[in-house]
């Protein structure tokens, strides 16, 4: 099946830091999704993006199909941005493998 | 508009017990997806229904089994409980790939299910 691969595994930055989190897949896709998981198990959709470049207030991503990666980039980091980040992604071949997820990249914003 | 819902939150059996946990899709969704949370670790995938029928199942065995019913909601029933079916479990859904739409998957709150 695909594998995913996220980095770095950990991050701790100080309050108002940007940061760019990165996702490398080894096949192509027809789905990827980053999300947050807050500290009560809660996945948080932030983007749903298998290709292209999105934006929503102090986040974006760009996810470049042809070179198998996606980057998430948080700007002006507050200490609620704090928790793990997964990207996941589901092989656009087929198969029966679902949404493949990472490990996670843990972020620590520091007031 | 309803989002993912999941029942019980938390749960404690015993090692060779069953479980039986439930979801409910979000409004408008009919595919429904489960995944198994391990502490420190991604979610792995374990199946998706749709249209009642098992249609994608992950590396589980047997002893992991599922059902979609009429109304969309779904239950995963684990049987003869081990230590290591201890995790978060999470319910998705999303709509079918079929009908074209984004196959954006959203997802529960989960059950923590504890086997002792």
């Known amino acids: 099946g695909i594998q995913v691969e996220q980095s770095p595994p950990d991050l701790i930055l100080q309050e108002g830091a940007n940061s760019t989190l990165r996702c490398n897949f080894s096949?192509?896709?027809?789905?990827l999704q980053w999300f947050h998981q807050n500290p009560w198990g809660q996945l948080i959709n932030l983007f749903y993006?298998?290709?292209g470049t999105k934006q929503n207030g102090r986040l974006s991503a760009t996810t470049v199909a042809t070179e198998r990666y996606s980057l998430l980039y948080i700007s002006s980091s507050q200490t609620t941005d704090s928790g793990v980040y997964f990207c996941?992604?589901?092989?656009?071949?087929?198969?029966?493998?679902?949404?493949?997820f990472g490990k996670g990249t843990h972020l620590i914003i520091q007031p | 508009d309803a989002g993912v819902t999941q029942s019980p939150t938390h749960l404690i059996k015993t090692r060779g017990q069953q479980v039986t946990l439930r979801c409910s899709p979000k409004?408008?969704?009919?595919?429904v997806s489960w995944y198994q949370q391990a502490l420190g670790q991604g979610p792995q995938f374990i199946f998706q229904?749709?249209?009642?029928?098992?249609?994608q199942r992950g590396n589980f065995p047997d002893r992991f089994s599922g059902h979609q019913f009429p109304n969309y909601s779904s239950e995963l029933n684990v049987n003869a409980l081990l230590l290591g079916d201890s995790a978060l479990y999470l319910c998705?859904?999303?709509?079918?790939?079929?009908?074209?739409?984004?196959?954006?998957?959203?997802f529960g709150p989960g059950t923590r299910l504890l086997v002792l």
């Open positions: 998705a859904s999303s709509y079918p790939r079929l009908a074209g739409l984004q196959e954006t998957q959203y």
């Open positions: 096949d192509s896709v027809n789905n």
């Open positions: 993006i298998p290709s």
């Open positions: 996941a992604a589901e092989y656009s071949g087929g198969g029966a493998d679902g949404l493949t």
């Open positions: 409004s408008g969704h009919d595919t």
């Open positions: 229904y749709y249209e009642e029928e098992e249609r």
